[in-house]
């Protein structure tokens, strides 16, 4: 009886969570974006059988814009488009009713011309990686540009003033949703290096130019936060509250940033997990978005960090992400629907 107990408690958390158990619109919806180059990439979709438990987790599979790109880019190693094109990745997750997000550059350094040429390049690419998917036979639900606001302080993007990205963004908006008007194009924005009140004044900005993001997702640096000024738990609700009251939903990227070794990495994201259960600790509190990502680099320049599979194998990706879930839900103290305490 006690087997019979665990295996309906498992079923019930996968299917409260599950894009094939009906609840895509349940809150939060989990990411998972694996890291560029890691070396079981493809192994994720040879042997679903290898994370049966996290996979029906995943709402939404992200992949790097660089993923996309023929020829290759270094950063990538093995994971290449030709690669994900043999493998059938982008038609595996169609079948399995797992949505596709890229992550890509909209505003970075190289795309501030004095011109309108850098920006049309970024257009044309974000295009290209599109029509790439769709040419392997998979469908973009998202687009999440990589922290235009954080390249935009740059001198030569008009930096540190917050308009004259605000106009690429929206430049970059409109041409986006004109070509692709069924994709959620949102933004990622980094923490604390831009500030809540920044980030707030953000979306106004980008509300006057009738560009607001559809989400906004949270790439938070604990390490950074600086005593006296950062407060996690306040700015991550008010932050929340503030893309709420736009219609945007609002998420937070789990991650490490020790790509030596996959326990260290586990390590430094485990803190960050800690920190959202006290910001939101039911969880009908969360975040809409629960995005676990990778894109940690070793000191030897890799960003292969953590391995992917088993996701019975302590500190894997696949582990990390189930045990996320388990500590959000609350499986791991009573049954109460609040995120337990730390162990």
């Not at 009140?197 to 607001?212: E, H, M, P």
């Amino acid at each position: 009886m006690p087997r019979v107990r665990a295996a309906l408690l498992l079923v019930a958390l996968i299917a409260s969570a599950s894009p094939g158990g009906g609840a895509q619109q349940a809150r939060p919806r989990f990411w998972f974006c694996p890291g560029p180059g890691t070396l079981d990439y493809v192994r994720l979709f040879d042997h679903p059988e290898e994370w049966r438990h996290a996979r029906p987790l995943v709402s939404v599979f992200k992949f790097y814009q660089q993923h996309t790109f023929m020829p290759a880019p270094a950063i990538v190693g093995p994971d290449t488009y030709d690669a994900f094109v043999r493998a059938g990745v982008f038609r595996r997750l169609k079948q399995w009713r797992i949505e596709i997000a890229i992550e890509l550059a909209s505003v970075k350094e190289f795309y501030c011309t004095p011109d309108a040429s850098g920006m049309n390049e970024s257009i044309a690419a974000t295009l290209r990686s599109v029509r790439a998917v769709e040419a392997a036979g998979g469908t973009v639900a998202y687009l999440a540009m990589d922290e235009p606001f954080v390249s935009g302080r740059a001198r030569v993007c008009g930096g540190p003033a917050l308009e004259p990205t605000a106009d690429r963004v929206a430049t970059y908006t409109n041409a986006v949703r004109s070509a692709f008007p069924a994709i959620k194009l949102g933004l990622i924005e980094a923490y604390p290096f831009l500030g809540a009140d920044a980030i707030d004044n953000i979306l106004a900005l980008l509300a006057a130019r009738n560009a607001l993001p559809a989400f906004l997702h949270l790439d938070v640096d604990l390490n950074a936060m600086r005593t006296g000024r950062d407060d996690f738990t306040r700015d991550m609700r008010r932050l929340r509250d503030a893309a709420k009251a736009r219609g945007m939903q609002f998420g937070i990227i789990i991650w490490g940033n020790n790509g030596d070794a996959d326990p260290l990495y586990a390590l430094d994201a485990s803190r960050l997990v800690e920190s959202v259960t006290a910001a939101f600790p039911s969880w009908d509190d969360m975040p809409d978005h629960v995005i676990v990502q990778s894109w940690a680099e070793s000191r030897t320049g890799l960003r292969i960090t953590p391995t992917k599979l088993p996701q019975d194998r302590p500190f894997t990706h696949t582990n990390l992400l189930w045990n996320v879930f388990r500590r959000l839900r609350g499986q791991s103290g009573q049954r109460s629907g609040t995120a337990a305490g730390a162990r």
